[in-house]
Structures are given as C-alpha cells and as structure tokens.
C-alpha cells in the first residue's frame, strides 16, 4: 500500500509539474530589464579609460615619489627606464577588464627570473612591489619556477598553459579582476578573483587569491579599497620590456 502510495505521489507531482510548464509561455521567461549599454570596439571600447596609446605617459606616476613616470616613450611604445622604479596608474580601480601589450625584445639576455622580469600588479597597495602580480617574463623558452613564469600569478597560481610568444614578438594580456572585499573591522570579507588571457588563450580562470603576492613566505590579505594598477621596473640586468595599447574598462 505504501508503495502505491508514493507511485502515486510521484505522478501526481510529475503531472502538476507537466501542466506548470504547458500553462507557462515562452514570454513568462523573457527579461526586459535592464537593457545592456551599447559599447562598440574600434581600437578599443568605446567605454574604456585609456591608460596609454602612444603620446605620453600622463596617465602614470613614479610609484616612490608620485612624480611624472620616467620610463621612455618612443613609437607609440613605451619601456621600462631601469633604476627609475615602479610606475602605477593616476586613478585607481577596484573591479575591471584591462588589456595590455607586451614586448621582449628579440635581443633578450639572461635566463630564468633574470630574462625580460616585469610585473603587472593588478591592485598596487603600496610602494615597492605591494600588491597582486600578475608575472610578466621572458617564458618561450625559458625554464623558471612554475608560479614565477609568465602568467603566473607570482608564487601563487601557476597558468594553465605556457602561451608565451618568441622574443621580438608583441604579445597581449587581457585581465578581469574582481577585487577583495573587506569588512568594517579591516577584516576579509570575499577574495579577490582572478581571470586572465594570454595572447587570447585563457591562463587564470577565474581563481581565487589567498592574498597580496609575497616574495618570501605566504600570501596574506591586508585591508584596502580602489588601487592603481602598477608595473614593474625589476632589478635584474636583462634588456627592459616595451607596452603598448593599454586600456581599462570600469566594471
Ligand atoms: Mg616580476
């Protein structure tokens, strides 16, 4: 008896639920609201903050003292000026899409963390190299660490694949960032998010940080709110690397 019970059950519930969708319509689904914003792609979007497209660097600051950035610009390029330090953006972001190009040059010299080292510190929460480094590295034919190689976030996440381009060729990072939040007491509330292309081939998705990027020991998270986005001016002796084409999309 039970058992017919519950055949019965089922049915009924499989019956109703049959009838649930036959009675509903194809618009009962449909959402109107909100209509998304037009945006159309030329060089870039058309919503996008240009962070450099060849003129100047005014949109950057030496991150040590907050000076004019001193980094050498030259046919819509610019490149790192060694021993002149860090550079971060003017304005600060908190969730965003960033692309980015990149170029080592064909006479690279060096090897292992020493060949064409830069950074890309996705959130830059003091000077020095305080923040989330998204590695950038000579990584074509180049042996280092795994999470120290190109697309690594540094010492953390190590990429999905090695999609490194030769020395002497432009390659492209595009980046969407959902920063951390933090509560009232300083305290971490989410964790940053982190997905990333290489060259349009998808290295990070969507990965969960465990905190600021730490050159000894562990990462840990310390309170912040909206952050520069900053490059880095690596003290090894290999030839400098070049960026072009960089823009950023608020989200
Ligand atoms: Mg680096």
Redesign the pocket.
Known sequence: MKRIFLINAILFIVINSVNAQQNSKPKDSEIWSPVPKIVSFQNTPDDAIILFNGGNLDQWISVKDKSAAKWIVKDNTFTVNKGTGNIETKQSFTNYQLHIEWLIPSYITGSG?ARG???LFLASTGKGDNGY?L???DSYNNRTYSNGQAGSI?KQAIPLVNASKKPGEWQTYDVIWNAPVFNENGSLKSAARVTALHNGILIQNNVELKGETAFIGTPTYKNHGPSPIKL?D?GDPSEPISFRNIWIRNL
Do not use: P, R, V
């Open positions: 963390q080292n830069s950074g480094e590695q950038l590295l540094y880095q690596h």
